[in-house]
């Protein structure tokens, strides 16, 4: 169950179709385990006092951008949470929470994790 933080956070993006996680049947909608992974590291870190969720929020809607400027619309490659780690890594390293790069190794240690309790 989300905190009022989390679910602030959570429905802060949902106003513009553009900004808005993925849904399905009002749901957010993950299709894969990294995708969910990424949605709860950005909102913990965001509540931890890492950075604040408007900046986060502001970083995915450049990240997005910066993305729709180089690809076509209908280009088959677009992937909304690409992006949202994108804009994660960058908050994450600007806040001095990961150095560049290291953002994928350590959400595949923590797959890794979750997938060998499992």
């Not at 990294?34 to 970083?59: H, N, P």
């Not at 400027?69 to 390293?93: G, I, R, S």
Request: proline letters at 3%.
């Amino acid at each position: 169950m989300f905190t009022k933080f989390e679910h602030f956070a959570a429905t802060s993006l949902m106003g513009d179709p553009e900004e808005a996680p993925p849904r399905k049947d009002g749901h957010l909608h993950f299709d894969r385990d990294w995708e969910k992974m990424a949605f709860g590291v950005a909102i913990a870190l965001s509540k931890q006092g890492y950075y604040e969720w408007e900046d986060f929020r502001q970083t995915l809607m450049a990240t997005i951008k910066e993305w729709e400027n180089t690809h076509e619309l209908n280009d088959p490659e677009w992937d909304y949470y690409q992006c949202w780690v994108a804009a994660l890594e960058k908050v994450a390293v600007a806040s001095g929470v990961v150095k560049a790069g290291e953002l994928e190794t350590q959400m595949a240690q923590l797959l890794n994790c979750k997938n060998s309790e499992t």
